[in-house]
């Protein structure tokens, strides 16, 4: 089950690249993501209360519904979605979907040109690897330290959700314009507020402080596009399907480790061999090193400025570089 449910999490570095690959125009490509961002949105809203509601009625329910729908999207794109690339960009290419170690050595060719690039990937990582290990672990969690039902953890999840719809649509545009030519340090920013958010979560008494805690973080959820548009912007247009390939594969491998950590540090606490919310802590700290991660690359990128190296590209908006949406 566990190998099985990370190959069909892959989806997320698909859909990110099919999106890349079909808009070569940044402001279609921005349209495009901004669609994928809202259907996203409104079913971590949506998702959580209606899996709440069914498992009240039976445990089961919410597996049963949520393979139906599986069952429905496999079936859409069988039937509506066409192959859209040419057959001599389909293989033999690292850049387009190739063998492995090709993809592999290209893109670690790729962060070695520009420790820009190197610092913003790894900031990313560890922003993966820390809401992964949390993510793993927080219905049990709830449900063990809060005694909350599948309905209340439901409802907490879609306000979460609805946290993240703000914050990509809401919040974000009005702090990359407040923030424009800084963006570095607005990620640090982003960062440093997911990492208060799970260090109060460890200090919660009662599960009611979620709530608030929640809502005050909301700017933490900025963090993902902003640090994929200092990542892109790194890298020229031709580089961009690589960079995408490679970023989601080192997320997607992040995520993996961070199920594996947040799991068992909670066994543990469960055992009575852990401390009880050393899987909150240890998202934190994840995030604090994230957050230390970007700092030599805005350095390394002032440097570059200040020696006339080429500037950064000008992006058309936030969205028109993201590569997928992680946490």
């Known amino acids: ?96 979907g190739g063998r492995l170690m090709p993809q592999l050595k290209a893109f670690g060719q790729l962060m ?84 208060a958010r799970f260090t109060a979560y460890s200090l919660a008494p009662t599960g009611v402080w979620l709530y608030p805690t929640m809502i005050l973080s909301t700017a933490g959820s900025c963090s993902v596009p902003v640090l994929q548009g200092l990542c892109s912007r790194c890298v020229g247009e031709d580089e961009q399907s690589l960079l995408s390939g490679g970023a989601s594969m080192l997320n997607t491998a992040a995520q993996v480790l961070g199920a594996i950590v947040g799991s068992t540090c909670f066994a543990g606490a469960l055992r009575g061999s852990a401390y009880p919310t050393g899987h909150l802590l240890f998202s934190a700290a994840c995030f604090l090193l994230a957050t230390g991660c970007v700092a030599p690359g805005s350095l390394a990128e002032r440097r570059k400025k200040g020696t006339g190296g080429t500037p950064p590209r000008e992006q058309p908006s936030w969205v028109s570089t993201a590569e997928g949406m992680h946490g």
């Open 112 to 195: 070695a040109k520009d420790s820009r690039l190197s610092w913003y990937i790894s900031a990313s990582v560890l922003s993966s690897l820390g809401i992964s290990s949390f993510i793993t672990v927080r219905t049990i969690w709830a449900r063990h330290y809060f005694e909350w039902d599948g309905f209340e953890i439901g409802k907490v999840v879609a306000s979460y959700g609805v946290t993240l719809m703000a914050a990509q649509f809401v919040l974000l545009p009005a702090l990359l314009w407040a923030m424009q030519g800084r963006e570095a340090l607005l990620a640090q920013l982003c960062l440093l507020v997911h990492f």
């Open 1 to 96: 089950v566990p190998w099985g449910a990370g190959g069909g999490g892959s989806h997320n570095a698909i859909e990110g690249s099919c999106i890349v690959d079909t808009t070569p125009d940044s402001f279609e490509r921005g349209s495009a993501f901004g669609r994928l961002f809202l259907g996203l949105g409104a079913a971590f809203v949506a998702g959580p209360a209606v899996g709440g509601a069914l498992s009240s009625w039976h445990r089961s329910s919410p597996f049963w519904f949520a393979a139906a729908l599986s069952c429905c999207s496999m079936l859409v794109i069988i039937t509506r979605m066409p192959e859209y690339l040419p057959a001599s960009r389909r293989r033999g290419s690292a850049a387009s």
